[in-house]
């Protein structure tokens, strides 16, 4: 009986993290990418903090995909220092554009949750 | 770098490639060459090049059957939309078609409606050749002697525009809503949602078909087997008219309407 609660309470918080991690993860892709051209596995690497935002590396590349698509990040095969070519992504001025509202909105987001958890504790 | 080891990683691309069966060669071998590289890469970040390292790269980037048909069928379909690429189009289509039911449903649905119109186009065309060389050894379909050649003319074309747009929007909303992710089991079920809606219309479309076909007793059971007795309608306003009507546009407009009863879902789920 215990263990399947302690069970449900796991599922239910491992969900709220991927729903966390999914809402943020364009925010930090576009992020990481307005500091300079990555690759695929220097992306990854990039993402790879704490516990990690990506649970599976190959599906990062539907989302670069996606962005690509959307026009916010560019994509372009250029030879590398090791040898075979490799496909660099960087950030376009409407990919500039969309990560500076959606550093502003995390703010505000943040401060937000913040303000009430502080409430709550005092 | 031994067998084994060439050997892991190699059948890594094959089932890559075995995922991509069906995806355009340009856009196959560009997914293909990228995570090739993404194993270089990781290869190449770690102290030793052994098996070990191998089976850990391959086992962080994940099986490519998890990723990579939405990623094939998203690269296609984008360039499709995008670039109003006929080929990635064409593409696309055949992939949906071959990879799921709905894709099947929804290919076969457009299909038909391109079918009609291009008949429609190609009968304007003929009538108008036939009125200007006089008639020959060709004649247009009977249903359509009736139809003015300046409306064949026109109405297959506008026909044919009409359903390019409606194909456009339907393939836009798939790119606009499907929105690959590493996270998709826990929210993005959206695709299969409006699979499920596609094909829940379809069906319905389909069952009040047969059910007008019952009624006007074009379709009947005799000795245990279906007989089917094509005829004209005896009375245009009849139930089993507009029952059948009611399918046939149930059938052919489910893309339309399973794309916004699962949009629909979205939003109040959202809310």
Redesign the interface.
């Known amino acids: 009986m215990g263990s399947t609660q302690d069970e449900e309470r796991h599922k239910d918080a491992a969900k709220w993290q991927a729903q966390m991690r999914r809402g943020t993860l364009d925010l930090c892709l576009l992020a990481i990418l307005s500091r300079e051209t990555r690759y695929g596995y220097d992306i990854v690497q990039a993402l790879s903090i704490g516990e990690g935002l990506v649970i599976k590396e190959g599906t990062i590349y539907p989302v670069l995909n996606r962005l690509s698509s959307e026009g916010l990040v560019a994509a372009e095969w250029r030879p590398s220092p090791q040898g075979p070519q490799r496909k660099y992504y960087r950030l376009t001025a409407a990919g500039n554009a969309r990560l500076a509202r959606l550093r502003a909105e995390w703010r505000a987001f943040v401060d937000d949750v913040e303000h009430l958890l502080e409430e709550d504790a005092g | 770098m031994n067998d084994d080891f060439a050997r892991l990683r190699a059948d890594y691309l094959v089932r890559l490639r075995h995922a991509l069966r069906g995806v355009s060669r340009d856009t196959a071998l560009?997914?293909e060459?990228?995570?090739?590289?993404?194993i270089?890469?990781?290869m190449?970040?770690r102290p030793q090049a052994d098996i070990g390292s191998l089976l850990d790269v391959l086992e962080?980037?994940?099986?490519?059957e998890?990723?990579?048909p939405?990623?094939g069928l998203?690269?296609m379909v984008?360039r499709g939309y995008?670039a109003w690429s006929v080929r990635h189009m064409v593409g696309s289509a055949r992939f949906w078609a071959l990879s799921t039911a709905v894709g099947a449903i929804v290919v076969l649905i457009f299909g038909a409606m391109y079918a009609a119109a291009l008949a429609v186009t190609g009968a304007g065309i003929l009538r108008l050749a036939l009125d200007v060389i006089g008639n020959g050894a060709w004649s247009i379909p009977a249903p359509l002697h009736a139809v003015p050649t300046t409306a064949l003319v026109i109405g297959g074309p506008a026909a044919l525009a009409a359903i390019t747009v409606l194909l456009r929007w339907f393939i836009g909303q798939y790119?606009r809503r499907a929105?690959?992710?590493?996270?998709s089991d826990?929210?993005?079920d959206w695709p299969e949602r409006a699979a499920r809606s596609v094909a829940l219309f379809a069906l319905v479309g389909l069952t009040l078909l047969a059910a007008a076909a019952v009624l006007a007793g074009a379709a009947r059971l005799e000795d245990g087997g279906l007989v089917l007795r094509l005829r004209p309608p005896t009375a245009p306003l009849s139930l089993s008219s507009v029952v059948g009507l009611v399918g046939l546009l149930l059938y052919f407009l489910s893309p339309v309407l399973g794309i916004l009863t699962a949009s629909r879902q979205r939003g109040s789920d959202e809310a």
Do not use: F, S
């Not at chain 2, 060459?33 to 993404?38: P, Q």
């Open positions: 560009e997914i060459r990228e995570i090739a590289g993404h270089e890469d990781a190449a970040a962080r980037l994940g099986p490519p998890t990723y990579a939405d990623l998203y690269m984008d995008r790119v929105r690959p992710g590493p996270w826990d929210d993005g």
